[in-house]
């Protein structure tokens, strides 16, 4: 058997490691402060895999206990207790009895071999007065726990023949398990005459993570708020129109009235006759649509030989400009409840309907309405705007139609049925969505309640009722739909002005509720900077003479609202 | 231990930090055993029904009356429970702070869940001054062809 240094054995309190890895755990000693000569210590390993098949503790003793003639107490036993409480015991490898001072150490490895097969096993060793082999056994009396054991060599196997006395319990030592006793450092240890091994490799998971471990980092924002204005675009260079194909005149019923007498006439009739058409296939459309377009010359309209008789305006641009004004969005209260989810907006437009508007976006500001529309198909688009840097500026655009069509024919007058059933019944997308935002709405107030109802109480203060905070009531409030579509046949019945509608929460404010309860502030200073009702949301209390429950006291008082 | 007691009368909030004081006297008490320099007991001889409110220099702090239990033979058992706003009020005020509520230097444009609003909100109807007019509803002809302007 190898001879050994000194040994030293570090008892301590409890130090629990978590199993990173069967393989390999990291080595632990313990110190104990009060340590007792006769102390049993028990080393109980925690739970590990049930494929661990080698248990080799490494027990480093530092200043072991000596007892009045100086004499150290060795180890005497190893006890492994598997989760059956089956006991089976190892001695070590040396019964060593030696003089000892306190600064020297054991350094004691324990090369065994696994003989259970169950988890956890439980490594008592004892300490007792030395008495050569057989001596009285120790009383335990602290126990330590260590979940991490370090497997000192991977893979190695130690079978051998033990020896040496039990000292405890009248177990018997297995002469047939031996154990070799090889010089050990550890990372947790200091040695005499031992170098600490290098750090141990613990396969850490986390590691592979390609954007490594957490990092201080933000502050790097531009803070550039400026904003590029958007006005309302031009029209396009070309139309339908420019095609040549048809040509779109601007008529009053009158002259529709003689276009029609035309149309049907013997002349039209005994024309038509020779080139085998109808009257109605001269005529592409009709369509009543509510604006005066862009007038051109008069003149006469020609189909093929045959010139009308009847003059016609021509139309020189199919686009027209609708300009509905502006409307000052005046800020009603100046505070936070000018804003979501307080205050809404909707906003109704002709041949469009209702649409929500975002608040935010414009209150305090003066809204546009400007429609560009086609007389050649009707088709509109109404564009909103609000000034951004000193420019009118779109923030948002719906599109829709105005015409509504004429029937000139048999066919034609069904079609034309058809299509305004259509538009009325028809859902617009548009309306659902602003149903949605008003949902939207009513969820963000019901969670602005919730955080409400969580906010730090001060001291005599009811809590914030559920059913009244301002976020529950303007949050929790249905949306209901106000204007269908509104486009073609039925928008031109419909109002013919955009107008706003605004929900604005009636405050319940008592007189003395600024004395009382202060308005929220988030400023910074000194406290002597504020007067009146005060609440502290953070102070650096300093210099104060006053005993911890008091400045506790002071602490909790300031948060709860002091008059300065 | 015996030592002088300022009493006082104090008619401020508990929660005001600089605290409107009346004078009432001057008195000699004994602090009772077992009870200690936040929290003490001081026997002193007669009551003070005007006082609710005193200074113990030995302690170097300002407290509150909690109670006046009569013990005996005249003698009060003063209950105290110290004020460390009124003491350490000039560290107090030359502390740095966030306030997060005051009736002094506010922002209305900060949200506060303590706001309440009745049931029935306000309803505003705003029209813009212009838009589409019936006077203005045109036909549009459109025909196959050409046209021809007249000379």
Redesign the interface.
Known sequence: MPMQPSLMFDLGPYMVIPIIDQANFPIVTYRNVGYNPDQLICIESAAYQTTLRYLNPVIKIDRPSVDSAGVWHNITGLLLKDNLGTYTDYNLVWQYHVNISQDDYILLDLRLVKVHNLNPLDVTVYISRSMGFGGAGGIASINLCITAIKTIYNGRTWIGVGFGSDNFNNLHAHTSIHYECISISGEFWTSKGYEPETDIEIDDPNEQDPDGPSAPGGGDGGFDRSSDSNPVPGYPAINGADAGFVRLYYTTSAILNLIASEVYSSNFFDWLAQVFMKPTDVICGIGIVPFIPSLGDRGHHKFGTYTFSTELTSIASPYKTVDCGKLLIEKYYGSAFDYSPYTSIQIFLPFLGMRELDIDEVMGKEIGVVYHCNAYDGSLIAYITTPINGVDSVIAQYTGNCMQQVPFGAGDFSGCVRAALSIATSVVGSIAAAGAAGASLAKAGAEAGKVASGAVKAAGESAPSITDSISNVMGLKPHVEKASVAAGSPGQLACMKPFILRRIPRQSLPSNYMQLNGYPSNIGGKLSDFSGYTEIQQIQLSGVNLTEPEIAEILDTLKGGVII | MSFNIVFYRNN??L????KSLTPVTTVTGTLKEGTS??DPHIIIEGSLINANYAYIAEF??YYYLTDAPVQYNNFWEYQFH?D??Y??RE????????????????????????????????????????????S???????????????T
């Open positions: 401020s909030p929660n005001k930090i600089n320099i936040v170097g702090r110290s460390g706003l003491t350490a560290a107090i005020l030359n502390a740095p702070v966030i306030v997060s509520k005051s009736s002094s230097n506010y922002n209305l444009y900060l949200n506060d869940d303590r706001y309440k609003c009745y049931q029935d909100p306000i309803e505003v109807l705003k029209q813009f001054p212009s838009g589409f007019n019936h203005e509803y045109s036909f549009v002809l459109a025909l196959q062809g050409i046209f021809t302007p007249s």
